[in-house]
């Protein structure tokens, strides 16, 4: 069966989104601190999607560099998330300038005054996360250039809405500029799914790790290549009081221990051993530099193993190229079928 025509269709449903990115597939790289680095950013770059570096906690300084290490590795467009809250955002938006990235994505809230105009003023395409229609509209009325919507499907910090219900909010309503589906994607039938409702692509992270430019470490891969959808989990709050921001990641003994911690913290309180605000804090700290612990220094017992329920979808360690290279196909065979069915179907011809 040619695919050949099956092909020419898929450009034409994601033409938007692969106009804004300047990209062959418009699959971008989910931003997975520590994961998304030069090696597999440009991996995904050179293998026709549009790769993202993960810019995290790093300072100015860290990310011309990094910037610079992707340049060198492809000469193809990539972008660079930067999370909103970060002390020197203003500087990186600057490094990302100098060095002449052509998109950046704004991450974890709505942009401070100025940043996004500072962005297009530097020549710059400006994408942001909308977590519901009321905010994608704000974002279109401030000059954004396109738009990630993502489930809680997703690994790591999550929303509590679904990626299919926020597809149905926000699809139908945002038309003005390019909107990527991100969340729990990890077929290219799904990709399809989302072109179809009006997306103009979509953003995959965990599908990712396991690439063979991936530098995740060996036993971090493993646990991603062992794991079903149902072993990727959120994080529990136990008390209303001590609020936990939801992090889904795989379940592990530090997951469990997170669970005792605030049991103890909470108990302490209760007692009058501990205030408040200094209990908040010890939950708070418990994760700290644990994804690194996992995805870099492979200590996925005590590590976070930030994972989407994708995951399940992740059988075998891959070249990034080989990994676009079956979504695409995926999807071209999603649609060859549906013509095939419908070819076939006397009522559908009528």
């Known amino acids: 069966m040619?695919?050949?025509k099956h092909y020419d269709r898929l450009d034409r449903l994601w033409a938007q989104g692969r106009k804004l990115l300047g990209c062959r597939y418009a699959i971008m790289g989910g931003a997975m601190t520590w994961v998304s680095e030069r090696n597999l950013v440009a991996a995904i770059s050179n293998g026709g999607g549009f790769g993202v570096i993960a810019s995290g906690s790093m300072s100015p300084d860290l990310l011309s560099e990094e910037i610079a290490a992707t340049a060198a590795l492809t000469s193809a467009p990539f972008g660079v998330n930067l999370i909103t809250m970060h002390p020197e955002l203003m500087g990186l938006i600057d490094v990302c300038l100098d060095r002449k990235?052509?998109?950046?994505?704004?991450?974890?809230?709505?942009?401070?005054?100025?940043?996004?105009?500072?962005?297009?003023?530097?020549?710059?395409?400006?994408?942001?996360?909308?977590?519901?229609?009321?905010?994608?509209?704000?974002?279109?009325?401030?000059?954004?250039?396109?738009?990630?919507?993502?489930?809680?499907?997703?690994?790591?910090?999550?929303?509590?809405?679904?990626?299919?219900?926020?597809?149905?909010?926000?699809?139908?309503?945002?038309?003005?500029v390019p909107v990527f589906v991100a969340g729990g994607i990890g077929r290219g039938e799904a990709i399809l799914?989302?072109?179809?409702?009006?997306?103009?692509?979509?953003?995959?992270?965990?599908?990712?790790?396991c690439a063979t430019e991936s530098i995740a470490h060996r036993r971090?891969?493993?646990?991603?290549?062992?794991?079903?959808?149902?072993d990727a989990v959120p994080s529990i709050q136990l008390d209303p009081r001590f609020p936990v921001i939801p992090v889904r990641a795989l379940a592990n003994g530090a997951t469990k221990?997170?669970?005792?911690?605030?049991?103890?913290?909470i108990e302490r309180v209760d007692r009058g051993e501990l205030d408040q605000k200094a209990a908040q804090l010890e939950i708070e700290h418990f994760w700290a530099g644990a994804l690194r612990r996992a995805a870099i220094d492979g200590d996925i017992e005590n590590g976070s193993l930030m994972a989407g329920q994708s995951v399940g979808m992740v059988d075998d360690e891959q070249p990034t190229a080989a990994i676009i290279r079956v979504l695409v196909d995926q999807a071209a065979t999603a649609l060859a079928r549906r013509e095939a069915m419908d070819a076939a179907d006397p009522i559908a011809r009528a």
């Open 193 to 209: 799914g989302y072109l179809e409702m009006g997306a103009a692509g979509c953003q995959l992270g965990t599908r990712f790790v």
């Open 2 to 4: 040619s695919l050949a």
């Open 257 to 265: 221990r997170f669970a005792q911690a605030q049991r103890d913290a």
């Open 101 to 176: 990235v052509g998109h950046v994505v704004l991450a974890g809230g709505l942009p401070p005054a100025g940043a996004m105009q500072r962005i297009k003023a530097g020549g710059a395409k400006v994408l942001c996360f909308a977590p519901a229609p009321v905010i994608a509209r704000k974002l279109v009325r401030s000059g954004v250039d396109g738009i990630v919507i993502e489930g809680m499907e997703a690994g790591g910090h999550i929303g509590p809405v679904s990626t299919s219900v926020l597809a149905q909010e926000i699809l139908p309503v945002v038309r003005e």
């Open 220 to 230: 971090f891969k493993q646990a991603f290549l062992r794991a079903s959808a149902r």
